[in-house]
């Protein structure tokens, strides 16, 4: 069991939340004094699915990037859905826009368009069905289609399409997650010499020669499962340091060290106490994605959280 020692701004959020009827999200990557005040810490999936469950609560601090605000949204568009800092974009998310999908489209009549969940609205609205890190390869299983387009990570696109039979063309070309990209094959080299029996895991928005040297390649919720089942002592993570974070406050027990010590979402890092205190007495900054927009992105989301059950 965790016991927490709340700073006094901590404190007075937990106050606020309990007299604004709120609930706050966060991503594995937000820091430490965020996952302390948040009420469900987990990755893509997981948020998507926490979203779904939202019944009773007034008002959603989401402590993550924009493209989750916005899926939030559209799985509660009844909810005030708010950011404590509207400048936290997801990089790769905004390298696919609706248009390029539509090219894409036209080339390729024959495809389905599966969106990874880091992406935006609008490039949403466009998708026949959505993944995440974890459920990538079952959702492009799942469909009829043989030939699929994948967006907007080439990385992860490549680590599907050495699993399947199924053509896999990545839009837009370049695509990817300039944290994971971070990580070479030198950066693996030198932390297996410092800890020679450390379990090594990376993400799948790595690159392929890293993924090829890793002993497992999982999302960020896989590696804390990972860490927590397994018989190892030791780990190498290659993601977002702050995915350590939540390992070391869960599971003490097990040594984690990052495959890069400078592995660090900036944008994830807008979000301070501060701004979630504000966040909570101003509801501000609050996310709308236009009606037609959410309705056809939700029938892509529902479709993935359908296939993830």
Same mark, same amino acid.
């Given at each position: 069991?965790?016991?927490?020692?709340?700073?006094?701004?901590?404190?007075?959020?937990?106050?606020?939340?309990?007299?604004?009827? +709120?609930?706050? *999200?966060?991503?594995?990557?937000?820091?430490?004094?965020?996952?302390?005040?948040?009420?469900?810490?987990?990755?893509?999936?997981?948020?998507?699915?926490?979203?779904?469950?939202?019944?009773?609560?007034?008002?959603?601090?989401?402590?993550?990037?924009?493209?989750?605000?916005?899926?939030?949204?559209?799985?509660?568009?009844?909810?005030?859905?708010?950011?404590?800092?509207?400048?936290?974009?997801?990089?790769?998310?905004h390298m696919l826009d609706m248009e390029e999908i539509r090219e894409a489209k036209k080339k390729h009549s024959d495809? +389905?368009?599966?969106?990874?969940?880091?992406?935006?609205?609008?490039?949403?609205?466009?998708?026949?069905?959505?993944?995440?890190?974890?459920?990538?390869?079952?959702?492009?299983?799942? *469909?009829?289609?043989?030939?699929?387009?994948?967006?907007?990570?080439?990385?992860?696109?490549?680590?599907?399409?050495?699993?399947?039979?199924?053509?896999?063309?990545?839009?837009?070309?370049?695509?990817?997650?300039?944290?994971?990209?971070?990580?070479?094959?030198?950066?693996?080299?030198?932390?297996?010499?410092?800890?020679?029996?450390?379990?090594?895991?990376?993400?799948?928005?790595?690159?392929?020669?890293?993924?090829?040297?890793?002993?497992?390649?999982?999302? /960020?919720?896989?590696?804390?499962?990972?860490?927590?089942?397994?018989?190892?002592?030791?780990?190498?993570?290659? /993601?977002?340091?702050?995915?350590?974070?939540?390992?070391?406050?869960?599971?003490? #027990?097990?040594?984690?060290?990052?495959?890069?010590?400078?592995?660090?979402?900036? /944008?994830?890092?807008?979000? /301070?106490?501060?701004?979630?205190?504000?966040?909570? #007495?101003?509801?501000?900054? #609050?996310?709308?994605?236009?009606?037609?927009?959410?309705?056809?992105?939700?029938?892509?989301?529902?479709?993935?959280? #359908?296939?993830?059950?």
């Open positions: 069991m965790v016991i927490l020692m709340l700073n006094k701004l901590q404190q007075e959020i937990i106050k606020l939340k309990k007299e604004k009827n +709120a609930i706050i *999200l966060a991503h594995n990557y937000q820091p430490k004094e965020i996952q302390e005040i948040a009420d469900f810490l987990g990755d893509s999936l997981e948020l998507c699915i926490k979203a779904t469950e939202i019944e009773d609560k007034d008002l959603v601090i989401f402590c993550g990037v924009d493209f989750m605000a916005e899926t939030a949204y559209i799985l509660n568009p009844q909810k005030k859905i708010v950011i404590p800092d509207k400048e936290a974009e997801c990089p790769m998310a495809a +389905a368009v599966v969106l990874y969940v880091n992406s935006l609205a609008t490039a949403k609205a466009e998708a026949d069905i959505l993944c995440t890190s974890s459920n990538a390869l079952k959702v492009v299983e799942s *469909l009829k289609e043989d030939k699929i387009l994948f967006g907007p990570d080439n990385n992860l696109a490549n680590y599907v399409a050495k699993q399947t039979k199924k053509e896999i063309i990545p839009i837009p070309e370049g695509g990817h997650c300039y944290v994971h990209k971070m990580f070479h094959v030198g950066d693996v080299v030198f932390k297996k010499e410092k800890h020679p029996n450390a379990e090594l895991i990376v993400h799948p928005e790595c690159n392929m020669e890293v993924q090829k040297l890793a002993d497992h390649v999982l999302s /960020t919720g896989g590696m804390l499962n990972q860490v927590k089942n397994s018989d190892s002592e030791e780990f190498i993570i290659g /993601t977002e340091i702050d995915l350590i974070t939540r390992i070391n406050r869960e599971i003490p #027990e097990k040594k984690c060290y990052p495959l890069l010590d400078d592995a660090i979402c900036k /944008t994830m890092k807008l979000h /301070t106490l501060d701004k979630v205190k504000n966040s909570l #007495e101003n509801e501000k900054y #609050e996310v709308f994605v236009e009606e037609e927009i959410a309705k056809k992105s939700l029938n892509a989301v529902e479709r993935m959280i #359908e296939v993830s059950k």
